[in-house]
């Protein structure tokens, strides 16, 4: 189904439900369509934090690694050479 901009904007809740009952919107403004009106296919679900609490074990000191090996680019951009 093919609708104006106007009339789009005074429905849009009727052709939301529409389109949540699977017909095809579609928004047109003087005869060219414009946009499709669809519904989302899935929600994203919330993330979990601390879901591999335990599973990975990191035995690097990377603060420590990172220091030595840009210690002397580090000391240059903020004291100069």
Do not use: W
């Not at 901009?5 to 095809?24: C, F, I, M, N, P």
């Amino acid at each position: 189904m093919q609708v104006n901009l106007h009339d789009a904007k005074t429905h849009l809740s009727r052709y939301v439900d529409q389109a949540l009952a699977g017909e095809e919107v579609v928004i047109a403004r003087a005869g060219k369509p414009l946009v499709r009106l669809v519904p989302l296919e899935t929600q994203p679900s919330a993330r979990r934090g601390g879901f591999l609490k335990g599973q990975a074990i990191l035995k690097a000191d990377l603060k420590a690694d990172l220091k030595a090996d840009f210690k002397a680019e580090i000391e240059e951009m903020f004291y100069g050479s």
